[in-house]
Nanobody
Framework: QVQLVESGGGLAQAGGSLRLSCAAS????????MGWYRQAPSNKRELVAA???????NYADSVKGRFTISRDNAKNTLYLQMNSLKPEDTAVYYC???????????????WGQGTQVTVSS
């Protein structure tokens, strides 16, 4: 199995910065990509940023130019640097891991417990 543990959430003012970390352990060889999702109250969980094992990244339009996803493979750790924070970034942020489930399909099967990010105006 794979365990994902987030840290680094908290309270920030609009325009400020926070850095999230996610430590992966267990059968990490199963992970093909990692990402950060977020869910605000009454909203659906949305993908914020993702990074493949090869280092390719993609971002939600709402965070492009402000957030940066990175990973340290030696430490099995994923990061999300969040700059120029806005109140609408307030949400629970989840670290996630994707794995192959067969026939060329992949699925986000591994999840952390989530960390709260609150941005005040």
């Amino acid at each position: 199995q794979v365990q994902l543990v987030e840290s680094g959430g908290g309270l920030a003012q609009a325009g400020g910065s926070l850095r999230l970390s996610c430590a992966a352990s267990g059968s990490t060889f199963r992970i093909t990509a990692m990402g950060w999702y977020r869910q605000a109250p009454s909203n659906k969980r949305e993908l914020v940023a993702a990074i493949t094992s090869g280092g390719s990244t993609n971002y939600a339009d709402s965070v492009k130019g402000r957030f940066t996803i990175s990973r340290d493979n030696a430490k099995n750790t994923l990061y999300l640097q969040m700059n120029s924070l806005k109140p609408e970034d307030t949400a629970v942020y989840y670290c996630a891991g994707e794995r192959e489930i067969g026939a060329g399909f992949r699925r986000w099967d591994y999840w952390g417990q989530g960390t709260q990010v609150t941005v005040s105006s």
